[in-house]
């Protein structure tokens, strides 16, 4: 879990955006029918949250 707290301090995310993270990651583990979490899967969830973010940051933009 040391990848989920260097990635939210480096992107400044919150604490409750880590438990998402690894909620998400054990989600795709659980979907590809593996019983542990992988460091696959949890990079997984943060380009998932990295495009969340991106798109809801165009969203605004466009919103002016």
């Known amino acids: 879990m040391r990848i989920v707290k260097e990635v939210c301090f480096n992107e400044k995310w919150s604490n409750r955006t880590q438990v998402k993270l690894i909620r ?9 029918g593996e019983k542990n979490i992988a460091n696959h899967h949890i990079h997984e969830a ?4 990295k495009a ?3 798109f809801q940051q165009q969203e605004r933009i466009a919103d002016g």
């Open 24 to 32: 998400t990651a054990r989600t795709i583990a659980d979907q590809a």
């Open 52 to 54: 969340s973010s991106l």
């Open 46 to 49: 943060i380009d998932w949250k």
